[in-house]
């Protein structure tokens, strides 16, 4: 019998995931995003009181357990005093690699992360290895320490023997912005570019100006819950011009851009910060594709396998990719 039950739950479990009312998210979506919404609700202050914990934790000099998962080899190295992750694919044909700088309002490190996206990289793109860095964060390193870090570790890529053309920059959230920023800086400097740039629900405006801002607070179940998260409370850009491009991309401009591939949600109060980067990429002839999920919440694409929608984000990942190098 207990078979039989379990057989049942799992076939409604598929079944909510595949099924959809109109052009809405999909029924596990909605139901996620909604256990999202009162859970950050009703313990924002216990959950604000953790990420603070996390912040204080912050350790530049936490290094990467080296194992095997899957397979792929993790390797701990480290670029001018700053630790990174790199993940190998066993038997690995190209020397093509990622670039993956993480998210957490510029203030959660790598440790907080663990790799959650950088291994999910390593599995959707093929014979790629995918490097991660515990960049500098707030509030004891301020702008411009992450961005030095991301630049330093694209140029020890190069020095690695990579073709900048064989090198994808990608980042979610606060990671999505430094990732623009990165190429920014890298096109300013006359610094090779990479072949293209992913994001997932970039951060790419820290003045918080964005008219999605305030119009999706009410729906966004990860920022909308309270003025402590931590798109209202990092201290990286504190005392500064946040209009400054490095600092929110979103104020730059993006002419000689390679290749976009820019992901986002519906419900998210960080949307705009990703449609008006796409359009003006696009105004400056950049090839830029955009994927926007309905009903969809911050960095949803980390419910791969659990969510249609994700699921259906890492195929545009995928695909985007195998295009680049047809």
């Not at 970039?202 to 909308?224: Q, R």
């Not at 820019?262 to 830029?288: C, F, P, R």
Request: aromatic share 14%; with cysteine; proline share 3%.
């Amino acid at each position: 019998m207990k078979y039989i039950i379990f057989i049942l739950f799992i076939c409604i479990i598929i079944l909510l995931k595949y099924m959809k009312f109109g052009d809405r998210a999909s029924v596990l979506g909605y139901i996620v995003r909604k256990l999202l919404f009162y859970t950050n609700y009703l313990f924002a202050d216990y959950i604000n009181k953790l990420n603070r914990k996390y912040r204080k934790g912050n350790d530049e000099n936490w290094k990467v357990k080296e194992k095997k998962f899957g397979k792929y080899i993790i390797k701990n190295i480290t670029i001018n005093k700053v630790k990174a992750g790199l993940i190998v694919p066993k038997k690995q044909k190209s020397k093509k690699i990622i670039l993956q700088l993480h998210g957490g309002g510029y203030e959660l490190g790598l440790p907080y992360n663990n790799l959650h996206f950088a291994k999910k990289y390593s599995k959707v793109i093929k014979d790629f290895s995918v490097l991660t860095i515990n960049y500098r964060v707030a509030p004891k390193y301020k702008y411009p320490a992450a961005l030095e870090d991301s630049v330093e570790a694209y140029k020890y890529i190069l020095k690695q023997g990579y073709s900048n053309e064989d090198i994808i920059i990608v980042g979610d959230s606060a990671g999505g912005g430094l990732a623009i920023a990165t190429v920014m800086y890298l096109r300013d400097n006359n610094i090779k570019l990479p072949k293209a740039i992913i994001t997932m629900s970039a951060w790419t405006d820290l003045t918080n100006k964005e008219e999605s801002f305030s119009k999706n607070y009410k729906i966004d179940p990860i920022f909308g819950v309270s003025n402590k998260t931590i798109v209202f409370t990092s201290r990286y850009a504190e005392g500064m011009d946040k209009k400054t491009p490095y600092i929110s991309p979103i104020y730059g401009d993006f002419k000689d851009f390679p290749s976009m591939l820019m992901q986002v949600g519906t419900n998210e109060m960080l949307i705009s910060d990703t449609l008006e980067i796409v359009k003006k990429a696009k105004n400056n002839n950049v090839d830029v594709t955009v994927g926007i999920y309905k009903g969809m919440f911050h960095i949803f694409q980390s419910f791969k396998g659990i969510l249609f929608e994700s699921d259906l984000a890492w195929k545009q990942v995928r695909e985007f990719v195998k295009k680049l190098y047809d």
